[in-house]
T-cell receptor, first 113, second 113 residues
Framework: AAGVIQSPRHLIKEKRETATLKCYPI?????VYWYQQGPGQDPQFLIS???????DKGSIPDRFSAQQFSDYHSELNMSSLELGDSALYFC????????????FGQGTRLTVV | QKEVEQDPGPLSVPEGAIVSLNCTYS??????FMWYRQYSRKGPELLMY????GNKEDGRFTAQVDKSSKYISLFIRDSQPSDSATYLC?????????????FGKGTHLIIQP
């Protein structure tokens, strides 16, 4: 079965650079969530989109922005990267009105050096 | 104090034992309670979700929610080495929406062959 696809799987950036992470949800899933998981930490909710509109916002820094496109894929844009941004970034998707049954991707491991 | 508290472990038990994993929470608005399993360097995988108080059973897994005590549990019967992973509890006050989940820090479970 198709799963949530994230790219790239690994990314190394220097401080103050920018990064773009991509998420392709499961077919027919129109809701996308982004989470950040630091080393040894629980996933922290960043932002979500439903039908291409921002739905909920968590602890996303102002340096980050995201959007959902017409094909429902989503991109997380991160600017002025800091060392503390090094983490696993997960994307999850769900069917409409089934947020509790979100499926997670494999994550993008971002390392800022 | 975090909204969701979970003992990070590690919890080490012999194969075949019954495992009990627990979370406590402080937000009485939480209505939906999920358990995720996360293998190293992988995305969280939804195991079970429960609405409000009560029990739910799925194969070797049983989830319990006690809203009066703000306490949830996941029991694993006949534990197998393949159950070794980090188990994350997650909660939401909106089941059908696109709001983000609040996770516990995860309990690292080791099943010894």
């Amino acid at each position: 079965a198709a799963g949530v696809i994230q790219s790239p799987r690994h990314l190394i950036k220097e401080k103050r650079e920018t990064a773009t992470l991509k998420c392709y949800p499961i077919p027919r899933h129109d809701t996308v969530y982004w989470y950040q998981q630091g080393p040894g930490q629980d996933p922290q909710f960043l932002i979500s989109f439903y039908e291409k509109m921002q739905s909920d916002k968590g602890s996303i820094p102002d340096r980050f922005s995201a959007q959902q496109f017409s094909d429902y894929h989503s991109e997380l844009n991160m600017s002025s990267l800091e060392l503390g941004d090094s983490a696993l970034y997960f994307c999850a998707s769900s069917l409409p009105r089934e947020g509790v049954k979100a499926f997670f991707g494999q994550g993008t491991r971002l390392t800022v050096v | 104090q975090k909204e969701v508290e979970q003992d990070p472990g590690p919890l080490s038990v012999p194969e075949g034992a019954i495992v009990s994993l627990n979370c406590t929470y402080s937000n009485s608005a939480f209505q939906y309670f999920m358990w995720y399993r996360q293998y190293s360097r992988k995305g969280p995988e939804l195991l079970m979700y429960t609405y409000s108080s009560g029990n739910k059973e799925d194969g070797r897994f049983t989830a319990q929610v006690d809203k009066s005590s703000k306490y949830i549990s996941l029991f694993i019967r006949d534990s197998q080495p393949s159950d070794s992973a980090t188990y994350l509890c997650a909660m939401s006050d909106v089941g059908g929406g696109a709001d983000g989940l609040t996770f516990g820090k995860g309990t690292h479970l080791i099943i010894q062959p």
